[in-house]
């Protein structure tokens, strides 16, 4: 899309919208970071360690080089909780949803940036798209937080701390974040059902998109009715639940590192909420460092596969995962085109879902021997680390704060491509559109 105003031409491109508002909130995170009230540090904190920070709280990562907990003061923390919000809203939407109230008017440009984020509805519904998404996100935000909050006051906290620790996990945990404010991250509270509970179901919530929501608040008895998004949604979301909890549990059932030393009722609770953190959420409420590198492998695939298309999560997408599977599924089959629920999947959906598996799974084997060549890290443990950090999880076996500054800068890129969209990035580097007026003689290769 290019605008036009007398001579000058204005690139108005909505995916560089998005990239550059990304860049914008993580600058201007780092720069109020390096406040000395920020931190507990004396002085102003390093300038890398607020870069990485911010990086991670705006892309909803959760991977952190020092102690949320001890190193941030309660204004530093603050800060992270404000831009963890706005990267799980979305810059741009956020941006637009700024302008309809002050202006009540949103340009086409911006309503194109804003879908872009959203991979919502069609340019027309985005009025309508903003305002639901920011009334979800404060219903489940609240939700979640009431019940952390009681549950912590309940265990003998202050209600002023209990009310803010809840507040921020359950900001953190719909966001798909995975910051705590626990040095050990939920290792604490591994023995708290309602805790570990509200957690999950806020990452689950988070992570199926505003797009499935809004379609399932629009027809909630009408399964029929639902569309293909949703369906794919919902299946791949539900059967990645289920394998990811009975593998992991079925593996780390006997290691006295990590569930093998909790009673049998923790060990279902803790394997349960294994199988849901890898879906970019960044929680543990176990040590990865002690896990068997089966289940780290495992939970790289998890992680990988991600959450749903237009959500706070990232990762290749559940939808885009699906689309694959049904590709390879069609052709064993022999089928011409494939297709689920009784619909067909476009080639165009097809090639996309390519495309973006492609580029994704060769950034993250980049990233992985860049890793393992600058910081010396084993393959398991450089793999573990790129993925989350593409996927957005946040999930670490303890090396994040040992990386020196040249594994700091290959993940920060990492985080945000895996947020905006290895896609949408390069779209928005290359803003070059072709469109071909004919069409080339046909000629089949020979495959395999």
């Known amino acids: 899309m290019i605008i036009r105003r007398g001579r000058a031409r204005i690139p108005g491109h909505p995916a560089r919208a998005v990239v ?35 990086t991670s709280a705006v892309t909803v990562t959760g991977l952190a080089t020092v102690d949320t907990a001890t190193f941030w003061t309660p204004f530093g923390q603050l800060v992270i909780l404000v831009l963890i919000q706005l990267g799980g809203l979305g810059i741009v939407t956020s941006a637009s949803l700024l302008i309809l109230v002050a202006s009540d008017r ?16 069609p340019v027309h519904d985005i009025r309508r798209v903003i305002v639901t998404i920011v009334v979800l996100s404060a219903a489940f935000e609240a939700v979640a937080t009431a019940v952390l909050t009681t549950d912590l006051w309940l265990r003998g906290q202050p209600f002023a701390t209990a009310l803010w620790e809840g507040a921020f996990h359950a900001v953190s945990a719909f966001n798909n974040a995975g910051f705590s404010l626990y040095s050990d991250g939920l290792v604490g509270v591994a023995a ?11 990452v689950i919530a988070g992570g199926l998109g505003f797009p499935v929501w809004m379609d399932l608040a629009r027809r909630p008895r009408e399964p029929g009715r639902w569309s293909l998004h949703t369906k794919l949604t ?19 059932w006997g290691n006295e590192r990590t569930l093998g030393a909790m009673p049998a009722s923790e060990r279902l609770l803790n394997g349960v909420f294994a199988g849901v953190t890898p879906r970019t959420a960044g929680f543990n409420s176990i040590d990865y460092g002690e896990a068997d590198p089966s289940a780290l492998l495992v939970t790289d695939m998890l992680m990988f596969a991600g959450g749903g298309s237009g959500s706070t999560a990232g990762g290749l997408k559940v939808t885009t995962l699906a689309i694959l599977f049904l590709v390879v599924w069609a052709e064993l089959r022999g ?31 980049l990233a992985t021997v860049a890793l393992m060549l600058t910081n010396g890290l084993e393959l398991s443990a450089a793999l573990f680390e790129a993925v989350s950090a593409f996927a957005t999880v946040g999930l670490s076996t303890g090396v994040t704060p040992d990386l020196d500054l040249a594994g700091q800068f290959i993940l920060m890129p990492l985080m945000l491509i895996g947020r905006v969209g290895p896609v949408t990035l390069f779209v928005a580097l290359v803003l070059r559109e072709r469109r071909l007026l004919y069409s080339r003689p046909e000629e089949r290769p020979l495959v395999g």
């Open 20 to 54: 550059g508002a990304f860049l914008a909130a993580i600058l201007a995170g780092a720069g109020l970071l390096c406040i000395p009230a920020a931190s507990h540090a004396p002085g102003s904190p390093p300038f890398e360690a607020a870069l990485f920070t911010a």
């Open 192 to 202: 708290d059902a309602w805790f570990l509970a509200t957690v999950a179901v806020a």
């Open 234 to 252: 919902l299946a791949t979301t539900a059967a990645l639940l289920v394998i990811g909890t009975v593998v992991l549990t079925a593996i780390e």
């Open 106 to 121: 949103l340009g086409l440009r911006r309503r194109l940036a804003a879908q872009a984020e959203t991979q919502a509805m």
């Open 335 to 365: 089928d011409r085109e494939p297709s689920a629920f009784g619909r067909r999947i476009p080639v165009v959906s097809a090639r996309q879902a390519l495309t973006v598996a492609v580029l994704s799974i060769n950034l993250v084997v």
